[in-house]
């Protein structure tokens, strides 16, 4: 595993810390309430900022959705002088230590992702040919198919996997495998006008509880593979490796997805033992997801490292829903930065034929790849 790159050290007080003890002063408040709102939209302004806060001079107020209340808290907690500091200044004003604290852990803002990225060496977004969890509106996203066919061939983007839902996600518009098959008819017309990009046809699918799918190439043939991803019993506290590995053992897995289904101040994912897990997906060729969506960060940079000294691979995705979303690769290329992972283990970093050959791998059973 080479070492990780030097990253430019974080400012004193970052606006990730501050955005965490927003967002627990918010939980304080009536729910619902002005003054929680106004606490939570300052904590999405601070977490979306291109640069930190601290050091910076300039009226706090003038920021987008920042009210004069938000601006006195975030001046008190910027002026407390280090993120340790902003811990002890909350825990006056609570009365108590945040309990929510363990759920706002080891997310990136965008502050952080671009101070990682801007390092030199390392994996780089230039490395990157392609994005591999993407929705269209026939699920729950946003973007009609041709919008983001178009927009990913137009950024330059060699190949994509599109993965919308399968049935079992039918609350977020799951597909039925008829849909899969027009799905498919829609893209290859739509690949014979690209000339130098191909979008491969997957699905996201759904991992119950038993570790079972509810879509993979054997039931419906028209895809490619499949990101196998958890989308319930996320709070359970039982030991969810078994379910993990049955999932990762399914031929046409490519990718498990988002691996801890942690959602940001909300929950924090899945137990399981990681290292058994990781040992699975690296003996069977998958890919662990690098989740970038800013609400998952899913993996962690810390459980990303186990990752990567298990010998896994990795797929950096952005898990887009929107045309805004489709940045989001960003953050999971900051914690590949992060964790050490080189571009060898990156299968997005892949040429396209190579993936494809790694694709075909995976629907065939997972045979063992070769890695450097
Ligand atoms: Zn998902
Ligand atoms: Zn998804």
Redesign the pocket.
Known sequence: MSAVPPVPPAPAVTNTRVAAALLALAAAEEPGGRASKEYRAAARTLRNLRADLHGRRFALASLPDVTHRAADAIGAFLASGSDENVGDALAAMLDRADPAAGRKADFLSQADVDRILSAPGGLSRADLCADL?L?TDRSDGRMPLPRLHRALENRGDRYALL?D?ARDCAVAGGLFPGDFRAQRREVDALNARAETFTMFVGA?ANIAEDGTLDVTPRSVPEIEAVVA?VHTGLRSPRDQTGRLVRAIETPGVAVL?HPKGRLYDMRSGIRADWPRVFAAAAARGVAIELNGCPERLDLPPALARVAADSGCLFSLSS?AHAAAHLSFLDFGLAVARLAGIPSSRVVNAFSRDRFAAWLEERRSGGAITERT
Do not use: I, N, V
């Open positions: 969890h929705h993965t839902h996201e991803s997805g898990d």
